[in-house]
T-cell receptor, first 114, second 115 residues
Framework: AQKITQTQPGMFVQEKEAVTLDCTYD???????LFWYKQPSSGEMIFLIY??????QNATEGRYSLNFQKARKSANLVISASQLGDSAMYFC???????????FGAGTRLFVKA | EAQVTQNPRYLITVTGKKLTVTCSQN?????MSWHRQDPGLGLRQIYY???????DKGDVPEGYKVSRKEKRNFPLILESPSPNQTSLYFC??????????????FGDGTRLSIL
């Protein structure tokens, strides 16, 4: 069965510092996609970054990068130079081969301190 | 503007009174899905649809029904709501995705309270 695990319910980071949010996954699919979404206090879900299972390079989108370690089945999100607006809930998600189901982790709430 | 629109945004109702949450997307996406979000559990998929007239169960389908008669619409139906269905619900859509590489576009959410 597919599973996403986010072990950090909450994290604090000082403004302008980098922070890593952990995500491990389990799947028997050979082809899959890993995604990170941000949910600010207003509630909407915002897509941040994607990593394909066959991608050899780690994905980057602006201040977001995904540290993908396939053998360890981990897909950690790195946010560089944290900003106050980064305070939000962050979800790791996986979409399996065929694109049928999407599963999400329980989320990590990030607090950025001024 | 490309968007997924859910209605209502908020609803308080009573046990057993049938309700429908509508979802509409204007991006011509084949794939649509419904999720519920509960504290400590993240989002859990209720139902998904790969195309018109093609729907399938997600991980938590009990107590819910869906239909996909048109490509743009994917309503979520609670025939006899119960308090354990009190939750935040999200509709999402994406292009057809055989490789698992398409991010989903989410609606703004519907907060349901079943008393």
């Amino acid at each position: 069965a597919q599973k996403i695990t986010q072990t950090q319910p909450g994290m604090f980071v000082q403004e302008k510092e980098a922070v890593t949010l952990d995500c491990t996954y389990d799947t028997s699919d050979q082809s899959y996609g890993l995604f990170w979404y941000k949910q600010p206090s207003s509630g909407e879900m915002i897509f941040l970054i994607y990593q394909g299972s066959y991608d050899e390079q780690n994905a980057t989108e602006g201040r977001y990068s995904l540290n993908f370690q396939k053998a360890r089945k981990s897909a950690n999100l790195v946010i560089s130079a944290s900003q106050l607006g980064d305070s939000a809930m962050y979800f790791c998600a996986m979409r399996g081969s065929g694109g049928f189901k999407t599963i999400f982790g329980a989320g990590t709430r990030l607090f950025v301190k001024a | 503007e490309a968007q997924v629109t859910q209605n209502p945004r908020y609803l308080i109702t009573v046990t057993g009174k049938k309700l429908t949450v509508t979802c509409s997307q204007n991006m011509n996406h084949e794939y649509m899905s419904w999720h519920r979000q509960d504290p400590g559990l993240g989002l859990r998929q209720i139902y998904y649809s790969m195309n018109v007239e093609v729907t399938d169960k997600g991980d938590v389908p009990e107590g819910y029904k869906v239909s996909r008669k048109e490509k743009r619409n994917f309503p979520l139906i609670l025939e006899s709501p119960s308090p354990n269905q009190t939750s935040l619900y999200f509709c999402a859509s994406s292009p057809r995705d055989r490789a698992g590489n398409q991010p989903q576009h989410f609606g703004d959410g519907t907060r349901l309270s079943i008393l």
